[in-house]
């Protein structure tokens, strides 16, 4: 028993090259539903990677057929109790702050379906690249419940009346439609779906560091305040990014017409 567990593989894989991680979900059987022992996996590396300075940019990625088929209902339905289901929507909803609080840029990296918490996590992420192939939906009203946590994450990506009119009939939107909801960036062909995110990851990995995190965190907080506070916030934030050493490196490149060698700081 002690050899099967010990080869048994992981539910979460981290890769790591060059400056970007990449977490897969490995749970291809089960779709890679999100279950206690996926949240947990997921919300440890996510708290090593806020603490890892060399980490550029993180891609969340799925194993198998699907992206994610959302919470592990078999799961669920072996504990029917009410402060059980609050625990595990607070712990997935950690996770999804996680990703939105991480330091660096998360992308997903999508091919299958991403349905209910699975097509949250997508919108929790701050860039998404699809197959052609991929479809998603918040299908829980199929089931009868309503994927209100889903909808937190979806209805800060796409227009109200099309994130609701997903929500109330659970139906499935293609790659192409994500895209135009502004769910996802770009939607590459099933094959090219590798190429397309390297393609990305490496933009944002040639940019000086300090600028994107910086970026990165300023986007987010200025999205909650008022067109005046945003503006004040925004300026603070850019003369303190005008005094990194990269900022004046980026600046001195463009004038002397060379590429710029960003120092982190």
């Given at each position: 028993m002690s050899a099967q567990i010990?080869?048994?593989?992981?539910?979460?894989?981290?890769?790591?090259?060059?400056?970007?991680?990449?977490?897969?979900?490995?749970?291809?059987?089960?779709?890679?539903?999100?279950?206690?022992?996926?949240?947990?996996?997921?919300?440890?590396?996510?708290?090593?990677?806020?603490a890892d300075e060399d980490v550029r940019c993180v891609?969340?990625?799925?194993?198998?057929?699907?992206?994610?088929?959302?919470?592990?209902?078999?799961?669920?339905?072996?504990?029917?109790?009410?402060?059980?289901?609050?625990?595990?929507?607070?712990?997935?909803?950690?996770?999804?702050?996680?990703?939105?609080?991480?330091?660096?840029?998360?992308?997903?990296?999508?091919?299958?379906?991403?349905?209910?918490?699975g097509c949250q996590l997508v919108a929790s992420c701050d860039l998404a690249v699809a197959a052609e192939s991929a479809s998603f939906a918040v299908s829980g009203?199929?089931?009868?419940?309503?994927c209100s946590t889903p909808a937190v994450a979806l209805s800060r990506n796409v227009a109200p009346k099309k994130t609701f009119e997903m929500l109330v009939t659970g139906r499935f939107v293609s790659a192409a439609e994500a895209l135009s909801h502004g769910l996802v960036n770009r939607v590459a062909p099933d094959a090219e779906l590798d190429a397309a995110v390297a393609s990305l990851t490496s933009d944002i990995c040639s940019k000086s560091p300090v600028a994107i995190r910086t970026g990165k965190a300023m986007f987010g907080r200025q999205r909650s305040m008022s067109l005046e506070e945003a503006y004040a916030y925004a300026g603070q934030v850019m003369a303190c990014n005008m005094m990194a050493e990269d900022a004046a490196e980026g600046i001195d490149a463009f004038i002397g017409k060379r590429k710029p060698v960003w120092k982190g700081r």
């Open positions: 010990a080869t048994e593989e992981p539910i979460l894989i981290r890769e790591s090259r060059e400056g970007v991680v990449t977490l897969t979900l490995n749970r291809p059987a089960q779709y890679n539903a999100l279950s206690e022992e996926m949240l947990q996996a997921l919300q440890q590396n996510l708290d090593e990677l806020a891609v969340i990625a799925a194993s198998g057929k699907a992206f994610c088929a959302g919470h592990d209902l078999k799961q669920m339905r072996a504990n029917p109790r009410q402060d059980y289901y609050e625990d595990l929507f607070r712990r997935c909803g950690g996770v999804m702050q996680s990703i939105v609080n991480l330091p660096v840029p998360v992308i997903a990296r999508v091919q299958g379906m991403a349905t209910a918490a009203i199929n089931v009868g419940l309503f």
